[in-house]
């Protein structure tokens, strides 16, 4: 009898195969068909448990601790001509990252450097309160007690110390008691040496800029590192400059330090100017005329025609840069400015000594410099001056030149119109300070018109005040590990991708299997 409906021929054949022992009574298709899905279901299984594998290592290897909670910092920075107080906090769990540390405050502590109150000491405790203050008001109470605060002083106090060691001293004292009255961590007031404000300022702008981070890749050997930027700091007492130097000359021993960070070696060049700071320069530049010209009466190029100005000798003659210069006994000193920049760049030339040099090359009074290399990054003064003259993204040193030549030649009269909301002092200077730092530049550094476009004039980088405050607390922290710490192996991007890709796999092994083994009827062959 024969069944000529094929849904019934199918119910046939369903019987008899349950029937019959698999392996003497099946037919040759049929056995086939067996072994074909056995490895199907092999493969399917294969791949589900390689996709669940990859997920769950995945998921391991790149889920850490998310940060809880947020360490804070504090650095006085205590300059020749000011103090500035700066908070900066950090991810606790990530405090061995680079780049992971911000400035979230910078108070201007009002009056002069501390260095200013060798007269009355106790004022330069007093004077740190206010921004103290605030710094108490920025950081979450509970957090008081593990905040570590260090003062660093700067050129001011280095000068003051050649003048008057025991007076610095007490004004060190004063300001460390003053400091000691807040709920802080206090660990330390002290004069940072030239080297250090050079190196630190130089580590500050190369972990602001991510300049330490080595791109990992899977492979441990396949690191690349990214160049090193130079930099240049203007203070009003001493200048800075520091960069890592393509050849290996190493003629002068006190000018270099060797730094590990994150897993690679650093040597680094760096000399501090004493007494060639703006404020500092000025005065030992007219201490020179005067001297030179046997009059208290001077004519200057450096200051807008127009310009006049008594200058006090004490203030004139009141540091260690100039007081050798003292031949008179008058109490002022009369300026009156001429306002041309050639002259007065003439003029500033004669600070710089590139007659004599032990070494193989020199920047200016006998001091070793390497080849200049890569790119600079110019602060504090320097970018102060330039951006008050719009210079700082002037990349042709001709016009820089013609743009000063001209804001020297107006009238004094012209300018105060001009800019009446300017501080008269530094308006007053800046044709002097113009002038100064392309003569420093140029002659005492070695910039030419070819690498002038090298100089980056900047102020901050990513929200921090490119200072050297922020290396110095790094450092003092522990912040810089020599080696490159263990940090995720993928990229968020990376992982969230790969996440996707394995979720697809598994679920598309899952369908496919439900597919093979519980067909639905509707699409089992035959059927329709
Ligand atoms: O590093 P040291 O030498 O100790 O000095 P400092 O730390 O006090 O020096 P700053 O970088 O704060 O300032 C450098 C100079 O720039 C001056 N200055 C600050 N703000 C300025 C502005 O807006 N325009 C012009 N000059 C400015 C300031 O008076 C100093 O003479
Ligand atoms: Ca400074």
């Known amino acids: 009898m024969h069944n000529k409906g094929l849904g019934i021929t199918v119910l046939q054949e369903f019987k008899w195969t349950k029937k019959m022992p698999l392996d003497t009574s099946l037919g040759k298709g049929s056995k086939q068909k067996i072994s074909w899905s056995k490895k199907v279901l092999i493969i399917l299984g294969f791949l589900f448990v390689l996709g669940a594998v990859a997920l769950i290592t995945v998921a ?64 330069a405790g007093l004077s740190l309160q206010d921004c103290m203050n605030t710094a108490k008001q920025v950081i979450p109470k509970k957090e008081h007690r593990d905040t570590p605060v260090y003062l660093g002083a700067t050129a001011g106090m280095r000068l003051l110390s050649l003048d008057n060691n025991k007076i610095a001293d007490k004004v060190l004292l004063s300001v460390e008691k003053s400091l000691r009255l807040y709920p802080f961590d206090f660990q330390g007031c002290r004069i940072i040496t030239g080297q250090e404000e050079g190196a630190y300022g130089w580590i500050s702008i190369n972990y602001m800029l991510g300049n330490f981070k080595q791109s990992s890749s899977w492979m441990p050997f396949q690191q690349t590192s990214t160049e090193t930027s130079g930099a240049l700091d203007l203070g009003g007492a001493s200048t800075q400059i520091t960069f890592e130097p393509t ?143 719009n210079l700082t993204s002037e990349k042709d040193l001709s016009k820089v030149k013609e743009t000063l030549k001209e804001f020297c030649s107006e009238s004094w009269q012209q300018v105060k119109e001009k ?29 030419t018109s070819e690498n002038w476009g090298n100089i980056n004039f900047l102020r901050k980088i ?67």
């Open 419 to 447: 800019f009446p909301d300017i501080k008269e002092k530094y308006l007053s200077e800046y044709c002097f300070s113009g002038t100064y730092i392309l003569t420093l530049l140029e002659m005492g550094y070695g910039f």
């Open 247 to 389: 050849d290996s000359i190493n003629e002068s021993p006190e000018n270099f330090m060797l730094f590990r960070l994150y897993g690679k070696t650093y040597n680094v060049y760096t000399h501090s100017f004493l007494c060639y700071g703006k404020d500092q320069a000025l005065r030992l530049r007219l201490a020179n005329d005067v001297k030179n010209a046997g009059s208290t009466n001077l004519q200057n190029p450096c200051f807008n025609p127009g310009y006049v100005k008594n200058m006090s000798a004490v203030d004139l003659y009141g540091s260690p840069c100039t007081a050798k210069y003292k031949l008179f006994s008058s109490s002022f000193i009369l300026i009156t400015g001429t306002g041309d920049y050639h002259q007065c760049q003439q003029n500033l030339q004669d600070m710089f000594n590139k007659t004599e040099c032990p070494y193989s090359r020199c920047s200016f009074n006998r001091i070793f410099q390497p080849e200049l290399s890569g790119n600079f990054g110019a602060f504090s003064a320097f970018y102060f001056v330039m951006n008050f003259l």
């Open 462 to 528: 990513k929200g921090s005040d490119a200072a050297w405050t922020l290396g110095y607390m790094l450092n003092l922290t522990n912040m810089i590990p020599a080696e490159l710490p263990s940090s995720p192996p993928l990229s968020h991007a990376s992982y969230v991708g790969l996440m996707v890709l394995f979720s697809f796999l598994l679920a598309s092994v899952v369908f496919i299997g439900w597919l093979y083994f519980w067909k639905p009827r509707c699409l089992q062959k035959g059927i329709i």
């Open 60 to 123: 391991v290897v790149q889920n850490k601790p998310l940060p809880k909670n947020m360490k804070y910092g504090i650095v006085l920075d205590a300059g020749s001509s000011h103090t500035s107080v700066y908070v900066y906090n950090w991810p606790a769990e990530k405090e061995n990252d680079t780049g992971v540390v911000q400035q979230v405050e910078v108070c201007k502590v009002d009056g002069p450097g501390i260095s200013s109150y060798s007269k009355d000491v106790e004022k």
